[in-house]
């Protein structure tokens, strides 16, 4: 028998367990239809493994089998994951979660299944009435001091995909030793063992008194409201991109003194098939569309969006051609720093205590302005997890003041910990006011923090690779890379090489010891003249990912697209001898 004739057996082994009387309808009629084609990819695909907690818990396309969005897969993760909340918090009588969901095809479903089974376990479950942001789920675990907490979201993903959020008690997401103690939890449950019929007298539905108590916490995060009281008239336009931050969004700037607030009103639609953009992540230019032609239209000053979960955003400004450019998500990260250390230590705002944290793939820039305005910079893991654990470790002691990531996430405030659209995007506007009261637009700002720091330019290059073979095809990507690591990009020596996963650093042939909590399958390279490589499997999607920053000269604005096409020339170059 053949490895791939071994697999389908495997795989057929477990789709007909699908088949009892345990699963609807529905769901027996398509695994039986996988079951009798000829081409067994789609079965494979559905059944070749368990879904897993990755760097953002469970995610995956929806549909029948193990390696798929369901309700009976959600049920039995719930169902571990009641089972773990009892062994961790042992004889704890008024145990609690949070449970949320975005807008996606399914989700309300799969929040009220989750509400059953948590409530079926004897534990209270605090049931949002409606949609709602990811940042909101987090802060209501701490606000209402649950043991834990689910959101049902797929947050920037495609409209096929659903997802699993779990969270704990100090409001992000799991970590170890909980994230591998839910997933042993999971793996022994069988869908017989799952308790679907709910307590309803557990279950109790919140909605507005969380928002209010969330919009109070929101406003920590304003720096200077001197500065929004002079631009109150600031053209605004926002687009939710169909999702959970079409109400909190608006609400939030209103409630920091801006007035002139304007809405995409085709996405402000709530709608899991995100109808008018192509995929719902803001990180693609094209979901920015509808947004720049109102924009456009009202001569706006900016243009902001929320992923669906709304903990992700974007950013539009104007360049000095009045047309719009879109901030990748280093950029608006490193203005967001920028701002609140400049603008906190002009304000007197700074006691001595504060850090900021950035993950490793993001901009050193961000490292370099807050060593110079004297606040520490502290490194992590992808995965806003890992920045909320720096939060957890100096509660009390440290202020943190601000942290994010290049991939369109940032947190301003510690009354959250996971990434949070709306304080940031209120901070941003902040921002575009205080830059408006200073003769600047927001990409005038950005061009004056190059002049002070440095240009350096990112280039974030996703490889898809689906399925189960694509799968094995980056597992073997890695290994390579590992085994016959480059030692020239870009036409420059690689002179440093760090790999999380053996927590093993060479600096020059020298070899050192990485201080990190835990391993994670990372790669990076650094060469000579400042280049920064990174590189990783994604831990939601079928994907490896790698992140290029290179540095560059920029005497004057002016010269601004030039040291970007320099810049991009080069990362061709890192591509080619990566051959990707």
């Known amino acids: 028998m053949t490895e791939q004739q071994e697999l389908i057996q495997q795989c057929s082994e477990v789709a007909r367990k699908w088949l009892s009387p345990a699963f609807d309808e529905q769901t027996r009629a398509e695994v039986q239809a996988m079951l009798d084609a000829d081409d067994k ?18 995610r995956g396309i929806m549909g029948a089998g193990t390696n798929r969005m369901n309700k009976y897969i959600v049920g039995m993760a719930t169902q571990g994951f009641a089972n773990y909340i009892r062994k961790a918090f042992p004889g704890k009588q008024d145990l609690a979660v949070v449970v949320g969901h975005d807008c996606r095809n399914n989700s309300r479903l799969f929040a009220e299944t989750c509400a059953d089974i948590f409530s079926a376990n004897g534990i209270k479950v605090y049931l949002f009435e409606s949609l709602r942001p990811t940042p909101e789920i987090s802060f209501a675990i701490r606000q209402l001091g649950a043991q834990a907490g689910v959101n049902i979201t797929a947050s920037h993903n495609p409209k096929e995909y659903n997802g699993y959020k779990a969270y704990w008690d100090d409001g992000a997401q799991v970590l170890a030793p909980h994230d591998t103690g839910i997933i042993d939890e999971v793996n022994k449950v069988t869908i017989d063992q799952v308790k679907f019929a709910p ?8 909605g507005g008194e969380m928002d209010i108590d969330y919009l109070e916490a929101v406003h920590e995060a304003l720096v200077d409201q001197e500065v929004i009281n002079r631009q109150k008239d600031l ?30 009103a085709e996405q402000m639609v709530i709608d899991g098939n995100f109808p008018t953009v192509v995929s719902p992540n803001p990180e693609n230019s094209e979901a920015m569309t509808l947004g720049m032609a109102l924009g456009t239209k009202l001569n706006a000053d900016l243009v902001l969006a929320s992923d669906p979960d709304a903990d992700r955003l974007a950013v539009v400004c104007r360049d000095p051609k009045g047309e719009w450019c879109i901030l990748n998500g280093n950029q608006t990260a490193l203005m967001l720093s920028y701002y609140i250390l400049e603008n906190k230590k002009k304000l007197g705002q700074l006691k001595g205590n504060e850090f900021m944290v950035k993950t490793i793939v993001t901009t050193e820039t961000i490292a370099d302005i807050a060593k110079r305005n004297g606040v520490e910079i502290r490194d992590v893991y992808t995965g806003f997890k890992w920045i909320a654990r720096e939060i957890k470790l100096d509660e009390g002691k440290k202020k943190y003041i601000g942290g994010g990531e290049e991939s369109f996430g940032y947190l301003p405030f510690d009354k959250v910990r996971d990434k949070d659209s ?20 927001l990409y005038d700002l950005l061009m004056k923090i190059y002049l ?6 990112q280039n974030a290059i996703s490889v898809t690779k689906p399925g189960k073979s694509g799968a094995d ?36 042939g020298a070899e050192s010891a990485l201080d990190m909590p835990a391993t994670s399958n990372v790669l990076q390279w650094f060469t000579a003249d400042g280049t920064k490589i990174s590189v990783r499997p994604s831990g939601t999607e079928s994907k490896i990912k790698f992140y290029v920053e290179v540095k560059g000269d920029m005497p004057t604005a002016a010269d601004y697209d030039k040291a970007v096409a320099i810049a991009q020339k080069k990362v061709n170059d890192i591509k080619a001898d990566l051959k990707i």
């Open 235 to 264: 053209c605004i336009v926002y687009s939710p991109l169909h999702g959970t931050g079409r109400v909190i969004i608006p609400a939030a700037l209103r409630t920091w003194g801006f007035q002139n607030i304007n809405v995409v």
């Open 452 to 457: 002070d720091y440095g240009f350096a330019y």
């Open 199 to 206: 307590n309803k007298d557990l279950i109790q539905i919140i």
């Open 422 to 441: 709306p304080a940031s995007i209120c901070l941003l506007c902040e921002i575009a006011a205080w830059a408006k009261d200073n003769g600047m637009t």
């Open 41 to 58: 990819t789609a079965l494979i695909d559905a059944f070749y493994q368990n879904l897993e907690f990755g760097t953002g818990g469970l």
């Open 473 to 508: 095809e980056i597992k073997q990507m890695m290994e390579d890379f590992r085994k016959t690591p480059p030692t020239v990009l870009g036409g420059s020596n690689v002179v440093c090489v760090k790999d999380y996963k053996t927590l093993k650093q060479t600096f020059n």
